[in-house]
């Protein structure tokens, strides 16, 4: 077995534990939860837990602020899968792991992707500790997770992302912030691969380019959800000002610890969103 047929192969027998898991529920929208946000897993009612390491060809998790498990369960009274860590491409090349995650979730009926992670601001008005809800992006990792062979059962060889962060649901996370009294940005959000921050001059280019936060993650997990069909949405907590942009020290610790100040918020925005979305 090559591991394109491998890489099917996990897929199935992951969905299948999955939609075993399910019981009576029907999520149609998953959770990918970011660095220091797994405090909205504790949230989900009656939890049911999987452990990424019992799921054929799911990541193994190295990070801190990355529990590595999928929890089915309702929030707001709405039923969801929560994906509590993932893994990034400063940890590895292969793309399979993440590709398996997300075509699990397809294959057991997961409709919309909410994508969410920590993120470094590249505008004053973009304040630690806020939201961001992300309109675009820039890939600036060096690479992209489709990059191989094809499986069209999966998606065509070749897709438009012009719509790759879901304009209609962006308006309804946006409308549901106004509603709560959460402070939510919008902007594109610029992926590097680090592991190390970037540099200065890095954000400097960064903003150049129209960016308006910066990060490690989430835009590999939308290109691999748009290209089987799912809808995305997404929301950068800001944890740090870009480098050259505050005294800030920029460190993990530093991510996870501001990380925690903005998690309330997005907490509050995610119970409420997943009633319209």
């Known amino acids: 077995m090559n591991e394109v047929q491998l890489h099917i192969e996990n897929v199935r027998q992951a969905a299948a534990k999955i939609t075993a898991a399910l019981g009576n529920l029907k999520p149609k929208i998953a959770i990918i939860l970011g660095s220091g946000l797994g405090g909205l897993a504790k949230q989900v009612e009656a939890p049911v837990i999987l452990a990424y390491k019992d799921l054929p060809g799911f990541p193994v998790l190295t990070v801190a602020g990355h529990a590595g498990q999928l929890i089915i369960g309702k929030l707001n009274d709405v039923p969801v899968i929560v994906l509590n860590g993932r893994k990034h491409f400063y940890e590895?090349?292969?793309?399979?792991?993440?590709?398996?995650?997300?075509?699990?979730?397809k294959a057991a009926g997961v409709e919309t992707l909410f994508l969410s992670n920590a993120a470094g601001s590249l505008r004053a008005p973009i304040k630690v500790s806020e939201l961001m809800l992300i309109t675009d992006h820039i890939n600036f990792l060096g690479l992209n997770p489709l990059v191989g062979p094809n499986d069209d059962s999966f998606g065509p060889r070749f897709f438009p992302v012009a719509d790759a962060w879901d304009k209609e649901l962006g308006a309804k996370v946006k409308a549901v912030a106004r509603q709560n009294g959460i402070t939510l940005h919008?902007?594109?959000?610029?992926?590097?691969?680090?592991?190390?921050?970037?540099?200065?001059?890095?954000?400097?280019?960064a903003q150049g380019w129209g960016g308006d936060a910066v990060g490690m993650s989430s835009v590999p997990d939308c290109l691999i959800a748009r290209h089987c069909g799912m809808k995305v949405v997404g929301v950068s907590c800001?944890?740090?000002?870009?480098?050259?942009?505050?005294?800030?020290?920029?460190?993990?610790?530093?991510?996870?610890?501001?990380?925690?100040?903005?998690?309330?918020?997005?907490?509050?925005?995610?119970?409420?969103a997943v009633k319209v979305l």
């Open 92 to 105: 590895t090349g292969d793309a399979y792991p993440l590709k398996t995650m997300i075509r699990a979730m």
């Open 186 to 205: 919008e902007g594109v959000y610029v992926a590097f691969r680090g592991p190390s921050f970037e540099t200065p001059a890095e954000i400097r280019m």
């Open 238 to 272: 800001i944890t740090n000002m870009g480098a050259g942009l505050s005294d800030e020290k920029l460190s993990h610790a530093h991510t996870l610890e501001n990380a925690a100040k903005g998690a309330g918020a997005f907490e509050r925005l995610v119970l409420a």
